[in-house]
């Protein structure tokens, strides 16, 4: 499968980098049917968010692209924060292209 035209370069890395080669067609197909509460198709941003908060596993990108048309903002918070001393912190910027190397 090659790079679709609707999602950026970086997710497709990530999904290629990140997901089992059983998974990634139907990780790519999630994220390309992923909505916000509108119905347009999110922002890069949010699809980074969401690809980075499953963690690679297909369940968890389902479940945080369903989210997107729910309340984007928790997406934002799964994918771009941590809990780090009893709070949560932001540690990583996904308005930026995921870099694969600092992962």
């Given at each position: ?93 996904l308005c930026a292209p995921i870099n694969l190397d600092e992962l």
């Amino acid at each position: 499968m090659g790079l679709p035209v609707n999602l950026p370069a970086d997710i497709y890395a990530y999904v290629q980098a990140r997901f089992p080669a059983s998974e990634r067609e139907a990780a790519i197909g999630t994220l390309l049917a992923a909505c916000i509460h509108t119905g347009a198709f999110p922002e890069e941003r949010l699809l980074r968010c969401a690809a980075m908060a499953s963690g690679g596993d297909l369940f968890k990108l389902q479940y945080f692209v369903g989210l997107l048309a729910i309340d984007w903002r928790d997406v934002i918070v799964a994918g771009e924060y941590a809990v780090l001393e009893c709070g949560l912190t932001h540690v990583r910027n996904l308005c930026a292209p995921i870099n694969l190397d600092e992962l």
